[in-house]
């Protein structure tokens, strides 16, 4: 092989692991997503919450009016978990495809 045929082949492996490594998060990202939002327990406190998240990448909003939002910040928010309190903890969380 030519050295220009190999510099090709090298940018052209490099750009498909790119665009692998860009889109790899919009096709795992929602079962992943629907199944922490499934895993949290009812009455744990945003706390615990934040942690969880954080152990898998993802990010908690603030709490506001008793509501907060954890997202997936690789895919720019489309896949979301939305997050109840109520006085003794966590209420309901429910998965949220943003599209």
């Not at 908690?60 to 489309?78: D, K, M, Q, T």
Request: glycine share 12%; proline share 5%.
């Amino acid at each position: 092989m030519t050295p220009r045929r190999k510099g090709l082949v090298a940018v052209i492996g490099v750009l498909l692991v790119g665009l692998g490594w860009t889109f790899y998060p919009f096709v795992t990202s929602p079962g992943q997503m629907e199944r922490f939002c499934e895993s949290l327990a009812v009455g744990s406190s945003l706390g615990q919450v934040r942690a969880q998240a954080e152990e898998r990448g993802y990010r908690a909003s603030s709490l506001l009016e008793g509501r907060a939002i954890v997202h997936e910040p690789r895919s720019f928010g489309r896949f979301t978990c939305n997050l109840q309190f109520g006085p003794d903890g966590l209420v309901s969380s429910a998965y949220a495809f943003n599209d």
